[in-house]
């Protein structure tokens, strides 16, 4: 293993020029340790959100070219920013954007996948005894176009390197102290894991735990690099996103979350015949929807029809139940209707894997507190529900305490 250590720093760690002089005091503790540092940084605070709104005051549809040609200019505002403030500090470093170093991805603006990433440049600069600064969430296409990598994609920006350069860590900084049983905001007793496995971090990740980028998990999992996950405000270790741990497997479920992002929508009285489903999600498909959730029960009645609820991302739902209003008319159904107050729980553990029983406990947990369950779905390791948004809090609290994942007293 060689001693280059990649860190990211998150646009919270990065608000303002007071954080930023701090974590260059971080990075230079680091470096006179020993090790060959490569930084990867996000924007200031919310200055991706500004800049997006920014592009929404001249157009609802800009062309996604520049928007990404926009959107990244913030990380290349935060990476001068700290190559200045570690030259202060009386060290060298470098800052450089995506397309500097060679970070190579295909063409999805807004969304890129990286291909692969040239260390040669940033190797040579280490070489020289420099901290080298790579701006976060950006790359370039073979035409030398700039894209982003999602919204969050800082995370997968820095385990790329991480890989590339066959980095010895990989440290996610941000403001929370690591990964916890639950948000903290919502449970008292929620307690910081030390350990995840990058399975139960992906379920997480993408249940919009919001702490990272469910690519970079996908990544990290598929090159076996170990993430530490942890704050810039303090010095406490955070927790370890890596393979299976052997003590987890005591552990029924590692965690419950809650996502207050989605919608639900119904089309009443679908046809129950083959081919229905696959033309209302074709049709949804092409209309680039993101879909979650899917319930179709069997029909019962003579009239053999039957609903087909689903549900997406808030910010689709205008789009969607257009869509839904066209697909209801041509299959003969009887309309839509839709609920933008849900919320969807979840228990997530590999544990369940092996036990039986977790979604009973889990359902006894939500009865117990009157809280009617209105779709349910499962994977080999999560469980979700969703319910009424108004119980979401409710409902995190007790299931926690069902699971017994609190501090011990
Ligand atoms: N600045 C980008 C965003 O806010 C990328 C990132 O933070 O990772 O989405
Ligand atoms: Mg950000």
Redesign the pocket.
């Known amino acids: 293993m060689r001693n280059i250590i990649v860190q990211?720093y998150?646009?919270s760690s990065v608000t303002n020029t007071e954080r930023i002089q701090n974590i260059a005091g971080r990075i230079i503790k680091y470096k006179r340790r020993g090790y060959r540092m490569v930084v990867v940084v996000?924007?200031l605070g919310?200055?991706?959100?500004e800049l997006i709104k920014l592009s929404r005051s001249i157009t609802k549809v800009p062309s996604e070219r520049e928007h990404d040609m926009l959107?990244s200019t913030?990380?290349q505002v935060s990476v001068a920013l700290l190559a200045m403030a570690i030259h202060k500090l009386g060290e060298e470093a470098i800052s450089f954007t995506g397309a500097q170093v060679g970070i190579r991805t295909d063409s999805a603006y807004t969304k890129a996948r990286i291909i692969d990433v040239n260390a040669d440049k940033i190797e040579k600069e280490l070489a020289a005894g420099k901290v080298v600064i790579v701006a976060?969430?950006q790359g370039v296409t073979t035409n030398h176009d700039i894209t982003?990598?999602?919204?969050?994609?800082?995370?997968?920006?820095a385990v790329a390197l991480a890989k590339a350069l066959n980095a010895k860590e990989c440290e996610i900084y941000t403001d929370v102290d690591g990964i916890y049983t639950a948000d903290p905001r919502i449970v008292r007793s929620a307690r910081k894991l030390d350990r995840i496995s990058y399975e139960e971090m992906l379920e997480l990740a993408s249940l919009g735990a919001q702490v990272m980028?469910p690519r970079s998990i996908e990544m990290a999992s598929k090159f076996k690099i170990p993430l530490h996950v942890r704050s810039s405000f303090n010095n406490k270790k955070g927790t370890v996103i890596s393979g299976e741990v052997k003590m987890m497997e005591k552990v029924l479920v590692s965690s419950v979350t809650v996502n207050k992002e989605e919608a639900k929508v119904t089309i009443c009285d679908c046809p129950d015949k083959p081919g229905i489903a696959a033309r209302i999600f074709k049709k949804i498909a092409e209309e680039n929807i993101n879909i979650d959730m899917i319930i179709q029960n069997i029909s019962r009645t003579k009239a053999r029809n039957t609903d087909v609820s689903f549900t997406v991302q808030k910010d689709e739902l205008g789009k969607t139940i257009k869509t839904a209003k066209e697909i209801s008319r041509s299959i003969g159904a009887k309309g839509v209707t839709f609920d933008s107050n849900i919320a969807k729980v979840s228990v997530i553990g590999i544990g369940m894997r092996a036990h039986a029983g977790v979604a009973a406990k889990m359902f006894s947990a939500l009865a117990g507190k009157k809280i009617n369950i209105e779709m349910i779905s499962t994977s080999e390791i999560k469980i979700s529900c969703v319910i009424a948004k108004k119980n979401a809090e409710k409902a995190v609290k007790a299931l926690h305490k069902a699971f017994k994942l609190g501090r011990k007293k």
């Open positions: 990211k998150g646009g996000s924007a919310d200055t991706t959100d959107v913030g990380e976060g969430f982003t990598l999602g919204r969050g994609g800082s995370d997968t920006s980028h």
